[in-house]
């Protein structure tokens, strides 16, 4: 879709835009953007504040299944009618959803919504957005690239790492028509009960987690794909999941500047385009009991005003609980705006928030002028991608670029880097194929994540069968009853060696008697902690403990090259691991790994 087409869609709007023909990478100047806005109707400026779910792998024509449930929870059928009847200016894409079932097939969605947008009078691009961590969160699978999670990437410690893996996941999230990725996690992971961050954060040492938030956001702009530092003010120290509570975090505001606010002063100074709100009460910061994403003196006073950020900030879901306590959902959009919230994302229900939006300023509790403000930040983005310019993407450039060689290369380059060895007594690792040929693969099978071959014993299995032993998969679960111990000892007769692998394991899990018992058999044990490393602490029996931080194919594969001796480990510790009987004690500092 060229810009000439896409300025037809609006009559009018030549005049208004000031970018060349020529000059791909040039941005509308905020008179002609300004003067797009006051064109467009109070209904579309609401709309063009939202970014919303819908279901289908087609704009136009999704499944039965799609349409009914786009029309209980959307009241629309399609894509293209939701734009027609709210004119949202973006949409995120799920797995969930069946907005992501093969490349071709989102660049073709990607390309509808972008036409149903261009289609209506004073047509905008669209923002379409999803959350591509890589790691444990990814809405687009195989065959993309997979590449390591943000704690794997602080394990490697390579700034180049992190503005490759921002590069390639920006390219091919730009070839299927994706203009917005909610990445990287700009946390800082310093509570190991976290439930809802932990290896999504680079790590613990706030210095080096903003190193590696800057470098992946570099890599996502030289991509042209908008990244989104999140959570702000920071998720990194809680034991609440915001998605079903409403955590609160005790830092003092020293404490604030000392940690959290780091990684985000260094994404601003990067450039970044968009900054997430987190759902959580922050009382140093802020002591009305409202979440940061409702919060006035956080995000207009801090971020905007102390921090000097005047790019995109949007709300993390509206659907998730810890903004949903308070306050009932025409409220939160209100109060969010009001708060200096620009994007609304994914309310439980577009009719209820939009309306509520709508009405606000028709009663006065907001001003048009406070929409134009978020609606110009908003189109200054859109500008910076470069989507007045070109919105349509073509199915060579997906065939050329999503899952090439040279990616899924460099993701198996990144990946050895990362993997940490943590334990090795006697020289138990490396395996020799030839001393030690016969392996049992037992452990934890979490779901994988979305796109990854899995289950992971499955995986390892096959991995160590690659590299010339005979490996045996028995998978045991994340709480093994004592028959499949039994059976996992009875197993492990037969077997040279075994790798276990674990799965967040804590005091009292039966994952730490399925490694004792193996332990007992004389055979060594190599845990190997799939998500995270704390797990090190909770089984003293194992003579040789490994992170790969995550479960998906490029980090078991890497951990199994590692385990084999192919590669040599690398990964350093990007969290302390605290003492299971003393957990004021650390174990292992940051930085500790062990080599061959």
């Known amino acids: 879709m060229s810009r000439r087409t896409v300025l037809a869609a609006g009559a009018g709007l030549t005049a208004a835009l000031t970018v060349p023909a020529t000059a791909r990478a040039a941005t509308p100047d905020d008179r002609g953007l300004k003067a797009l806005i006051s064109g467009m109707s109070l209904e579309e400026k609401v709309g063009q504040?939202?970014?919303?779910?819908?279901?289908?792998?087609?704009?136009t024509a999704p499944d039965q299944a799609d349409i009914d449930a786009n029309l209980s929870e959307l009241g629309v059928r399609t894509a293209a009618e939701l734009i027609a009847k709210y004119r949202v200016g973006g949409i995120i894409y799920f797995t969930w959803a069946h907005n992501?079932?093969?490349?071709?097939?989102?660049?073709?969605?990607?390309?509808?919504?972008?036409?149903?947008?261009l289609d209506q009078p004073r047509g905008l691009p669209m923002l379409i957005a999803t959350d591509q961590e890589h790691g444990a969160v990814c809405r687009v699978g195989k065959p993309a690239t997979l590449l390591p999670g943000a704690m794997a990437i602080g394990a490697g410690g390579s700034v180049t790492a992190a503005r490759t893996v921002g590069r390639i996941s920006g390219a091919e999230l730009r070839a299927l028509g994706i203009n917005q990725d909610y990445s990287p996690d700009a946390d800082v992971n310093v509570n190991p009960a976290n439930p809802v961050i932990g290896v999504r954060s680079f790590g613990a040492d706030p210095a080096a987690v903003a190193e590696l938030v800057a470098a992946e956001v570099k890599g996502y702009q030289s991509s042209r794909v908008a990244a989104t530092a999140k959570h702000f003010p920071g998720h990194g120290d809680t034991a609440v999941d915001s998605h079903y509570g409403f955590p609160v975090i005790t830092h003092s505001r020293e404490l604030w500047e000392r940690l959290d606010a780091v990684p985000f002063r260094s994404a601003i100074a990067a450039g970044i385009d968009s900054i997430m709100t987190a759902h959580i009460q922050f009382p140093a910061l802020d002591d009305s009991g409202d979440p940061a994403t409702l919060s006035a003196p956080i995000l207009t006073g801090i971020l905007r005003g102390e921090l000097g950020y005047d790019g995109v900030v949007i709300t993390d879901s509206l659907g998730m609980?810890?903004?949903?306590?308070?306050?009932?959902?025409?409220?939160?959009?209100?109060?969010?705006?009001?708060?200096?919230?620009?994007?609304?994302?994914?309310?439980?229900?577009?009719?209820?928030?939009?309306?509520?939006?709508?009405?606000?300023?028709?009663?006065?509790?907001?001003?048009?002028?406070?929409?134009?403000?978020?609606?110009?930040?908003?189109?200054?983005?859109?500008?910076?991608l470069g989507l007045?310019?070109?919105?349509?993407?073509?199915?060579?450039?997906?065939?050329?670029?999503?899952?090439?060689?040279a990616h899924l290369a460099a993701a198996d380059r990144i990946a050895e880097r990362t993997t940490t060895l943590l334990v090795n007594e006697d020289g138990t690792l490396p395996l020799d194929r030839r001393s030690r040929p016969r392996l049992l693969v037992v452990g934890a099978d979490p779901a994988s994540p979305s796109g990854t071959t899995g289950p992971p014993t499955g995986v390892l299995a096959a991995a160590f069968t690659e590299l010339g032993f005979t490996a045996t998969a028995l998978p045991t679960?994340?709480?093994?009853?004592?028959?499949?111990?039994?059976?996992?000892?009875?197993?492990?007769?037969?077997?040279?060696?075994?790798?276990?692998?674990?799965?967040?394991v804590t005091a009292g899990s039966s994952q730490t008697t399925l490694v004792s018992r193996l332990s007992a058999t004389g055979k060594p044990v190599v845990a190997l902690a799939v998500r995270n490393?704390?797990?090190?602490?909770?089984?003293?029996?194992?003579?040789?403990?490994?992170?790969?931080?995550?479960?998906?194919?490029?980090?078991?594969?890497?951990?199994?090259?590692?385990?084999?001796?192919?590669?040599?480990?690398?990964?350093?510790?990007?969290?302390?691991?605290?003492?299971?009987?003393?957990?004021?004690?650390?174990?292992?500092?940051?930085g500790h790994g062990l080599t061959y």
């Not at 504040?49 to 704009?59: K, N």
């Not at 992501?100 to 947008?117: E, H, K, V, W, Y």
């Not at 959902?329 to 577009?350: F, M, T």
């Open 49 to 59: 504040l939202f970014v919303m779910r819908v279901y289908g792998a087609s704009a």
């Open 100 to 117: 992501t079932q093969n490349p071709r097939q989102i660049a073709d969605l990607s390309n509808g919504i972008q036409q149903a947008s």
């Open 321 to 384: 609980e810890g903004v949903r306590t308070k306050y009932g959902d025409d409220r939160v959009p209100v109060l969010a705006l009001k708060a200096g919230v620009d994007q609304l994302l994914n309310p439980p229900s577009i009719d209820t928030a939009w309306h509520a939006v709508l009405k606000a300023v028709q009663d006065g509790e907001l001003t048009e002028a406070r929409l134009d403000e978020s609606i110009l930040r908003i189109l200054r983005m859109k500008a910076r």
């Open 388 to 405: 007045f310019d070109r919105t349509h993407v073509s199915r060579a450039a997906v065939d050329h670029l999503v899952g090439s060689p």
């Open 477 to 504: 679960g994340t709480s093994p009853s004592a028959a499949v111990i039994d059976q996992a000892v009875a197993a492990a007769g037969d077997a040279d060696a075994v790798v276990v692998a674990t799965y967040n």
């Open 533 to 590: 490393p704390y797990d090190v602490a909770q089984l003293p029996s194992a003579r040789a403990c490994l992170a790969s931080y995550c479960w998906t194919d490029v980090e078991l594969r890497a951990a199994a090259r590692v385990i084999a001796g192919r590669v040599k480990p690398r990964g350093k510790l990007p969290v302390p691991v605290q003492r299971a009987d003393d957990p004021t004690q650390v174990l292992y500092p940051i």
